[in-house]
């Protein structure tokens, strides 16, 4: 069983940048894939990104590309993502999620998953 925490959340201007962290426990974490989603108000849930259980291959959506960054820290159970640019369009919860089939944007609700955070940009 993996248990997921996220934190990093908060208000920022647009154009500013912010650092999420997910920290995870309770599984051996260089054995998952993970990926981090949003859900905006009154919107279904979106993928944003996903990298492997070793770090070395990522993936994006493409609404993202080039202003977030996954990346993930083996030894302290951590998985990052980098905000920079931000949209008021990126506001939302943010949710950072596990399997262990490697899968890097397919997640499954019977995945592992956390509380979410939630990032706020004001214009």
């Known amino acids: 069983q993996v248990h997921l925490v996220e934190s990093g959340g908060g208000l920022v201007q647009a154009g500013g940048s912010l650092r999420l962290s997910c920290v995870a426990s309770g599984g051996t974490f260089s054995r998952y894939a993970m990926g981090w989603f949003r859900q905006a108000p009154g919107r279904e849930r979106e993928f944003v990104a996903g990298i492997t259980g070793s770090g070395g291959s990522t993936y994006y959506a493409v609404s993202v590309k080039g202003r977030l960054t996954i990346s993930r820290d083996n030894v302290k159970n951590t998985v990052y993502l980098q905000m920079n640019s931000l949209k008021v369009e990126d506001t939302a919860v943010y949710y950072c999620?596990?399997?262990?089939?490697?899968?890097?944007?397919?997640?499954?609700?019977?995945?592992?998953w956390g509380q979410g955070t939630t990032v706020t940009v004001s214009s």
């Open positions: 999620a596990a399997n262990d089939r490697g899968a890097l944007v397919y997640f499954r609700p019977s995945d592992y």
